[in-house]
Each structure stands twice: as structure tokens, then as C-alpha cells.
């Protein structure tokens, strides 16, 4: 039985690092994968378990085949080592740490993937941003306006996805775009991060089950 991809996505300052390093011990404990990025080097890298390269060492791995995935975003790149293929293929699902830009382009290469997007309030999120100090206000704003405008594959928007404390639901069809409702991989779970983290972790592990049953 072939594994399915997990793609957990959501904006800088979402806490998808806090999120992967806390939910590691008990998805690895069900034969869940974790993909390893390999990042061009940045700050930006710093908090995840990525491997730092320089852009010339990138374009060569990148063109040596090397990657499963591969997509550039806010200066930097970013690659998902091709041994994802041989995890799927013996039957263990993966989770790696993806771009909401880069969805479509996976969905394509794996059409049953789990999309997951790791929202977070927004005066929440400014907080988290502003802590950081990584950016000025003037940047932390136009990320904001990026993650309010972002709309995932199939035409609905983050509003028209629903989560619940219990998991996910798909989106709903009465609202989706004329003329087809989209297949039934497209579909997205929307995971929300504004409170304590271990409620999130739990939250995850729940849907995750949920979806292994739905298999």
C-alpha cells in the first residue's frame, strides 16, 4: 500500500518548527517520515532540522535529480530529497514542511497528498513577526497581506475550509467554482495554531487518524 504524503504549509511565524519538533516523537512512533529541507543558506533556516547548502551546491543537487520537490520563495531555495519516493513507495507516510506556493506543483506530482495549512490569528501572528525582529514592520505587513490572500488549489479560499477541534473537513462543495467540484484530493485541512501548542499537536495526530481511515 502505497504511503501518502503529508504537506504541512503556513506563513513565517505560524510555528510549524514548534510544531514539527513536538509532534516528531509520537508520528514517528506510527511509522510516520519526516523529510529533511535542504535550504540554501540563511537566518531563515535557523529552527528547522535543514540542511544548509549554498546556491551553487543547490543548483547542482537540484540539477543531479536530487529532489523530490524543489521551488524557490523569498530569496531562498528549497529542496525535499527524492528519498521520500522510495518512503512512500514501502508503504509509510511522510510529512515534510512545504510552500503554499509551491502546492499546485505537488499536488501534481502527488495527487493524494494531505495539504495542511498551519494558520495562526493574526494579531497573534503580528506579535510572533514583530518578536522575531526580523523584519521590519513595513515587511511583516505585506506577509500578512500574502497569507489573507493566499487561495489553495481548486479555487477556494482559506474561508471556505473548515477545521473543527475533532479534525478536518473538506471544502465545501456548494461553494466551489463552476463547473466541477474539485476531486477529492484537493482538498484542505486547516489547522489552527493561535493557542497552546500541545493542543495543536493533538489536534494534528487527531486529523492524521482520521485520514489514515479514510485511506
Not at 524543489?70 to 525535499?80: E, M
Not at 511583516?140 to 474561508?159: D, H, K
Request: proline letters at 6%.
Amino acid at each position: 500500500m502505497q504511503g501518502r504524503l503529508i504537506y504541512l504549509m503556513g506563513p513565517s511565524g505560524s510555528g510549524k518548527d514548534s510544531l514539527l519538533q513536538a509532534a516528531r516523537a509520537p508520528l514517528e512512533a506510527h511509522g510516520c517520515r519526516f523529510a529533511r529541507r535542504v535550504i540554501t543558506r540563511s537566518a531563515e533556516s535557523v529552527g528547522e532540522d535543514a540542511l544548509g547548502v549554498t546556491p551553487a551546491e543547490f543548483e547542482r543537487l537540484e540539477g543531479e535529480g536530487a529532489f523530490a520537490l524543489s521551488w524557490r520563495a523569498n530569496g531562498l531555495a528549497y529542496g525535499i530529497p527524492r528519498e521520500i519516493d522510495d518512503w512512500l513507495s514501502a508503504g509509510q507516510d511522510v510529512l515534510i514542511n512545504g510552500s503554499r506556493g509551491h502546492l499546485e506543483a505537488a499536488r501534481q506530482r502527488y495527487p493524494q497528498l494531505l495539504a495542511i495549512l498551519l494558520q495562526v490569528d493574526e494579531a497573534v501572528l503580528r506579535q510572533r513577526l514583530l518578536a522575531r525582529g526580523r523584519e521590519t514592520p513595513e515587511q511583516i505587513e505585506q506577509r500578512l497581506a500574502r497569507s489573507r490572500s493566499f487561495t489553495p488549489v481548486g479555487g477556494a479560499s482559506a474561508a471556505t475550509v473548515a477545521a473543527t477541534t475533532a479534525g478536518m473537513q473538506e471544502v465545501e462543495r456548494s461553494r466551489m467554482p463552476e463547473p466541477k467540484a474539485p476531486p477529492t484530493g484537493e482538498c484542505l485541512a486547516i489547522l489552527d495554531n493561535s493557542g497552546p501548542l500541545q493542543q495543536t499537536v493533538s489536534r494534528l495526530l487527531h486529523l492524521l487518524d482520521e485520514a489514515r481511515q479514510c485511506a
